[in-house]
């Protein structure tokens, strides 16, 4: 039985997930309610929690500030929030899944599925660092957490000279370190990096236009030649869009 905390300063939402974690997640135990970051803090030092249902926005702060607060803590987290923003975009980037209010059942009990199986606070602890870095970080200067088979890592998006698709795998190909292969499709990463100056130029190719290095028009097809000397492929139907941005470069 995993023993719960639900945070949320608004006091009917509170009172509506609690309902549902209690209606669809019968392994969890909802041992009290707070409705700020001040309030959260002392709950969870007062009871220990194993789980937090924890609101992103709140009156005297955000949920990352009463982490802060509380770190190293020995607890695991579930995000709720009102907003596709930024701080999304973050937890995207480091790899955190959160849920968007009104919350659905399923997407509920997915996400307590995730908290059981995930034994490993460490892991959390860097996804979270990450997170943290990001919040604080300019938009150029994102960090990207990477999970192969048997490591997780944090890299730099800047380091990222291009990315590779092989169907459900993608390979990421760095400017001063080692290849890494994750089990994630390019299309999840041409979302997250496509507002970060990275293009994609075929279906299986991703670039971070700032290791462009020059263009290739030949009878065989049209090529993208990186700073490190790698080719890459352009679709015909990519072009029109590429030479319009090499035009606001």
Do not use: W
Not at 84 to 101: G, H, N, P, W
Not at 124 to 152: G, M, S
């Amino acid at each position: 039985m995993l023993r719960a905390i639900v945070i949320d300063d608004i006091e009917s939402i509170r009172k509506d997930n609690a309902a549902l974690i209690k209606a669809n997640c019968p392994r969890v135990s909802i041992i009290g309610q707070a409705d700020s970051v001040a309030t959260g803090v002392a709950l969870i030092r007062q009871l220990a929690p194993d789980l937090v249902f924890l609101d992103v926005e709140m009156p005297d702060g955000t949920g990352f500030d009463l982490l802060q607060k509380l770190k190293p803590f020995d607890f695991k987290v579930i995000f709720i929030t009102g907003y596709e923003d930024f701080a999304t975009r973050a937890f995207r980037f480091s790899a955190i899944d959160y849920l968007l209010k009104p919350l659905k059942a399923s997407d509920l009990v997915e996400a307590v599925d995730k908290a059981e199986q995930s034994l490993n606070n460490e892991v959390l602890e860097l996804k979270l660092n990450n997170l943290f870095a990001n919040l604080e970080r300019p938009k150029n200067l994102q960090k990207l957490v990477l999970k192969t088979l048997d490591k997780i890592y944090s890299i730099n998006i800047q380091d990222i000279v291009n990315c590779e698709a092989d169907k459900n795998y993608t390979t990421f190909n760095f400017i001063n370190a080692p290849k890494l292969v994750v089990s994630t499709n390019l299309k999840e990463y041409e979302t997250l990096l496509g507002p970060y100056n990275f293009f994609r130029t075929h279906k299986s190719h991703l670039i971070n236009m700032a290791y462009f290095d020059h263009f290739v028009k030949s009878d065989g097809g049209n090529t993208v030649v990186m700073r490190n000397k790698t080719n890459i492929p352009l679709s015909v139907r990519k072009k029109d869009e590429f030479l319009i941005l090499l035009d606001h470069l």
